[in-house]
């Protein structure tokens, strides 16, 4: 337990938690007096509920496709079935699955892009809407990235400037419904070799250079020359989704040293 207290009997839905900045906000979230709706595709969310029970967090897991609707439906569903409402949503999935010039994309490849990286987050939003509407209370922080404005990783670009977008749009549709959304725009972050792989086919030469380029651009466009931690995106990720940010809404806050996406 933390001596911070914000998200206490707080009912929070994070998305992506088993890995990564997922698992980062889940943990502290948990630390932070939440009930926590932890949702993710890969069975690897078990090993943070474990973490958190054994520090006397309170969280549940939901396994689940969130590049559906019926997916998202199923965790909020989930959600409320066990606690009886939802408070504040995380939406975390998301990440370049490929990094190479566009025109070496393929159809289906750009497709899947956008399935990874905008949908969960779309149906996310849609599937919570109903509950926070009701409540007329409810808060939403959107996992965004500072590579809107970055190389060889176009169509994720594209899915995370959707993110942005429907921040804004739904920000400002439903601030009459007493709902808050926000994003960070994520820059590099320093994290341990994943357990669930974002692509699982080995690297060709070609495809090395290109995330070279991307990790040499991304540092170069900092001011302050260096990957952040994931405990620097958790911070800035959980001021937003607190009622620290009570008076922010449809905001896209850059966390990139300096890039401002
Ligand atoms: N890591 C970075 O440097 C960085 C930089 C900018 C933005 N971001 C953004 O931060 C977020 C988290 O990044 P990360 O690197 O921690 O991610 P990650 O790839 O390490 O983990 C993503 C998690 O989401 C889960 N997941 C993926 N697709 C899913 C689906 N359809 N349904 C349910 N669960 C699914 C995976 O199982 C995994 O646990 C993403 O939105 C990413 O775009 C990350």
New binding site residues.
């Given amino acids: 337990m933390s001596d911070r207290q914000r998200f206490k009997n707080k009912v929070v839905i994070v998305?992506?938690a088993?890995?990564?900045?997922?698992r980062g906000i889940a943990l502290q979230v948990a630390a932070e007096g939440a009930h926590m709706v932890m949702?993710?595709?890969?069975e690897?969310v078990e090993d943070v509920l474990v973490e958190i029970n054994k520090t006397g967090g309170d969280a549940i897991t939901v396994n689940?496709?969130?590049?559906t609707l019926a997916?998202a439906q199923a965790v909020v569903a989930k959600a409320i079935e066990h606690y009886n409402r939802v408070d504040i949503l995380i939406n975390?999935?998301?990440?370049a699955i490929w990094m190479k010039p566009f025109q070496a994309f393929s159809e289906e490849e750009i497709i899947k892009e956008v399935h990874?990286?905008l949908f969960?987050t779309l149906w996310c939003c849609r599937a919570v809407l109903p509950e926070m509407i009701k409540n007329q209370k409810g808060t939403i922080v959107n996992?965004s990235?500072?590579?809107t404005c970055g190389i060889h990783r176009v169509p994720y670009s594209a899915s995370k400037g959707g993110v942005n977008g429907l921040t804004t749009a739904l920000a400002f549709e439903h601030a009459k419904d007493g709902i808050r959304v926000n994003a960070v725009a994520?820059?590099?972050?320093e994290?341990p070799p994943?357990k669930?792989p974002?692509n699982t086919t080995a690297l060709t030469e070609n495809e090395k250079q290109w995330m070279q380029d991307v990790v040499d651009q991304t540092i170069d466009r900092t001011f302050m020359g260096r990957y952040g931690s994931i405990q620097e995106q958790v911070n800035a990720i959980l001021f937003l989704a607190s009622d620290e940010s009570s008076y922010m809404t449809g905001t896209i806050v850059p966390v990139g040293g300096g890039d401002q996406g």
């Fill in positions: 998305t992506g088993a890995q990564g900045i997922g949702a993710d595709r890969s690897y689940a496709d969130l590049e997916g975390n999935v998301g990440g990874r990286s969960p996992v990235s500072i590579a994520t820059g590099g972050t994290a994943r669930v974002r």
